[in-house]
């Protein structure tokens, strides 16, 4: 069965600062994997998401993640966090090779970010 | 460019009722699903539908929990005899075949006293 792991529940940056988020995955094949935030009281907005192809992708909002399969990671960054940044934030992983989404997410317990000025 | 809307935003009941939940997905998506995020079980997949196919309900964690979609547009989650647990926020998502991507309504949050 499919699993992500998020190990930080919390993470407190300075805002300038630069941002990793972790995400660990197991999955049997080549995975879909998504960076999802969520604002208090708000629905889940995409960040970014990667099927193949380059393992650096970009997303909105100046984020980035990488995909390395030998980790089984796809951590978020962000070299210079704003206030705005503050939020929680969810990894996902869908089933590759299924587009129309047959992609049922297994989400992370999500990363809940702290912005301090 | 309308994004997905679920309705009510906020839902309270009591113990044993009945409640629908509704989603509008974005047009022309033909796949929606269902989530529940709570506090003790974050973010659950529920049930999935796609276009005409009978839809995949693994999710659904007892009989008391349905959901219909009509018209390959709106769907309607039911939960019967609602129990405290139930309390949680009830998200939508729907996506298209091109971008095998789920956008996700606002959600509604249901609490059961």
């Known amino acids: 069965a499919q699993s992500v792991t998020q190990p930080d529940i919390h993470i407190t940056v300075s805002e300038g600062a630069s941002l990793e988020l972790r995400c660990n995955y197991s999955?049997?094949?080549?995975?879909?994997l998504f960076w999802y935030v969520q604002s208090p009281g708000q629905g889940l907005q995409l960040l970014l998401k990667y099927f193949s192809g380059d393992t650096l992708v970009q997303g909105i909002k100046g984020f980035e993640a990488e995909f390395k399969r030998s980790q089984s990671s796809f951590n978020l960054r962000k070299p210079s966090v704003h206030w705005s940044d503050a939020a929680e934030y969810f990894c996902a992983v869908g089933a590759a090779g299924l587009t129309g989404g047959g992609n049922k997410l297994t989400f992370g317990t999500g990363t809940q970010l702290k912005v301090e000025l | 460019g309308a994004g997905v809307s679920q309705s009510p935003s906020n839902k309270v009941t009591e113990k044993g009722k009945d409640v629908e939940l509704r989603c509008d997905p974005i047009s022309g998506h033909t796949a929606l699903y269902w989530y529940r995020q709570s506090l003790g079980q974050g973010l659950e997949f529920l049930i999935y539908f796609q276009g005409n196919s009978a839809p995949d309900k693994s999710g659904l964690p007892s009989d008391r929990f349905s959901a219909e979609r009509t018209g390959g547009s709106v769907s309607t989650l039911t939960i019967q005899r609602t129990q405290q647990e139930d309390s949680a926020v009830y998200l939508c998502?729907?996506?298209?075949?091109?971008?095998?991507?789920?956008?996700f309504g606002p959600g509604t949050r249901l609490l059961v006293l």
């Open positions: 998502a729907s996506s298209s075949i091109a971008s095998g991507t789920q956008y």
């Open positions: 999955y049997g094949a080549t995975p879909y």
